[in-house]
Nanobody, 127 residues
Framework: QVQVVESGGGSVQPGESLRLSCVVHGISMDDLAIGWFRWAPRKEREEVSCLSNREDKYSLTYGASVKGRFTVSRDNARSTVYLQMNDLKPEDTGAYSC??????????????????WGRGTQVVVSS
């Protein structure tokens, strides 16, 4: 059974940083593409980042609103993908989730479908 578990959310002030973790249990990390998403109050879901699988050389894309401030990294040995968020702004407030999809063939971002979702972790940026 595949499980996706996020952690690392919290409440910070503008300009501060947080690192979110996404641990995926029960499936090989090599074939996984991982997306980070967020839901802000009164806004639609936004894709924060997409990290492709090994066949696509783990390529990365970022949403325009976070590019240059957020960084994704991957530790397959720990079955974990990290979202480092720097210079946080009030508009980064929201529920953050990661999602995964697996394929031994190339998975190139952006992806239309993810099969496994975590329950999310809350980020609040406020002074």
């Amino acid at each position: 059974q595949v499980q996706v578990v996020e952690s690392g959310g919290g409440s910070v002030q503008p300009g501060e940083s947080l690192r979110l973790s996404c641990v995926v249990h029960g499936i090989s990390m090599d074939d996984l593409a991982i997306g980070w998403f967020r839901w802000a109050p009164r806004k639609e879901r936004e894709e924060v980042s997409c990290l492709s699988n090994r066949e696509d050389k783990y390529s990365l894309t970022y949403g325009a609103s976070v590019k240059g401030r957020f960084t994704v990294s991957r530790d397959n040995a720990r079955s974990t993908v990290y979202l480092q968020m720097n210079d946080l702004k009030p508009e980064d407030t929201g529920a953050y989730s990661c999602a995964a999809v697996s394929n031994h063939r190339k998975l190139r971002c952006p992806l239309q479908r993810y099969d496994y979702w975590g329950r999310g972790t809350q980020v609040v940026v406020s002074s």
